[in-house]
Every structure is written in structure tokens, then in C-alpha cells.
């Protein structure tokens, strides 16, 4: 079994009323990646995300992106120490 890695993301833009964590949830879903995703109060939406690394970078990449109505400035990467997280949630 590969390595788990665990990636935080802060993204910034436009990226708050637009359904950003909704989809976000659904990308990573549909890449077996876990963990949780959350708006901030600055207007940013942190992430953190934990699977393979082939599939991180997958979520990465599509994060810069988001969906339609969304238009990300910046993402900020660090990385963090594997957690027990079961499924990836939408955070209120």
C-alpha cells in the first residue's frame, strides 16, 4: 500500500459563495482522498486533504481551478503529520 501524505491548503480568491467546498468534497471523493475542507473567516476556504500522493496532486492541481463561478488567487502548501480521518467533510 502506498504511502498516505497529508497536504493543508489555504485558497484564496473568490472562492466563498460560489459552492467552492461543495465541490471540493466532490473531487476529493471521487479520489479516495480524506479529510475536511472549511470556510475562514478572511474570506479564504482552508483544506486539509490526506491520501496518496499521485491523488494529492490531482486534488492540488484541480484546486487552483474549483468550480465555474470560482476564481482562485492563491493556494498556500504545507504539509502535515497523517490523521485518522475517515471520509472528507464539508466544515461549518
Excluded at 26 to 54: P, W
Excluded at 66 to 77: F, N, S, T, Y
Aim: proline content about 2%.
Amino acid at each position: 500500500m502506498p504511502a498516505q501524505k497529508r497536504i493543508e491548503l489555504v485558497i484564496t480568491g473568490k472562492v466563498q459563495g460560489v459552492g467552492y467546498r461543495y465541490s471540493v468534497k466532490l473531487k476529493a471523493d471521487s479520489l479516495g482522498i480524506r479529510g475536511y475542507v472549511m470556510n475562514q473567516h478572511d474570506g479564504s476556504v482552508f483544506a486539509t486533504a490526506q491520501g496518496e500522493i499521485s491523488e494529492l496532486n490531482n486534488f492540488v492541481e484541480w484546486c487552483y481551478i474549483g468550480p465555474q463561478e470560482a476564481l482562485v488567487r492563491d493556494i498556500k502548501k504545507t504539509f502535515g503529520t497523517v490523521k485518522d480521518f475517515r471520509e472528507f467533510s464539508v466544515l461549518y
